[in-house]
């Protein structure tokens, strides 16, 4: 199986001295593609801390981080900011849409900002808002949409640049049990079309939907659970060009 995100010995602390504050303590993960990783743990366990490291929107204080078949811990700012337009997706608890930019140009910019032409950005934007089933709320704003739509929005938005994977932070936390149907449905079809999703949850349900559960505590992961095999697409490389 083809390896999407690989890490090893990950540590990751904050401060110093008697202050310092391990949010990780030298773990391991693979993610292959097209699978689903769930992490789960109390609160201050360093789900959160996790995720940002992978997403290259934090430095490991030591080990390996690999997205696809590049080594990205190492990387420069430049590198970083790369991989962050180029490889990976995010999907936040909060949507982090922008209230003044329609559905539609939410979904563009990150592509608008990665250099895509504006028509292609346009094009791209609206088949994956009909892909999410919100054709028809393209030109409204965030405001005129409800919480499980503006996740939906959101997840197109991830999608926009074809990363290599998808990393959502509590992605449900904010929706009611409807609109968390909606999500999970969504990610289901999404992942039978080749997504390669790790998403930090506290949501038993949202858990039991990955192929594979991971819990941690204390920045440690502390056992594994395996669920629906995934199936395996195509990985790419992160090219020169793209950081």
């Known amino acids: 199986m083809t390896l999407m995100m690989k890490v090893r010995g990950l540590s990751k602390e904050y401060g110093k001295g008697e202050a310092t504050v391990h949010a990780l303590r030298g773990v391991d993960l693979d993610v292959t593609a097209g699978e689903t990783v769930a992490v789960t743990g109390p609160s201050g366990c360093g789900k959160s801390t996790l995720l940002h490291v992978l997403g290259c929107l934090d430095r490991p204080t030591a080990g390996e981080v690999w997205i696809g078949q590049q080594r990205v811990d190492r990387m420069s ?13 995010f999907v936040f608890q909060s949507f982090q849409l922008m209230d003044e930019l329609t ?89 039978s079309g080749g997504l390669t ?26 056992g594994t659970a395996s669920h629906a095999p995934s199936q395996e697409p195509r990985v790419r490389a992160i090219t020169r060009a793209e950081v």
């Open 77 to 89: 700012e430049r590198g970083l900011a790369g991989v962050r337009r180029h490889a990976v997706g």
């Open 103 to 191: 559905a539609q140009e939410n979904v563009e910019l990150p592509a608008l900002v990665a250099g895509r032409a504006p028509r292609a950005a346009r094009l791209r934007a609206a088949e994956l808002l009909e892909r999410v089933g919100l054709a028809d709320r393209s030109h409204h704003l965030p405001a005129q949409l409800s919480g499980g739509q503006c996740q939906r929005v959101a997840i197109a938005r991830a999608l926009v640049n074809d990363p290599l994977v998808v990393l959502a932070d509590e992605p449900t936390g904010n929706l009611d049990s409807a609109a968390t149907g909606e999500v999970l449905g969504l990610f289901e079809r999404l992942r």
């Open 197 to 222: 999703l790790v998403v930090v949850t506290h949501d038993a349900e949202v858990a039991a939907t990955a192929d594979r559960g991971v819990a941690m505590r204390d920045g440690l992961f502390v």
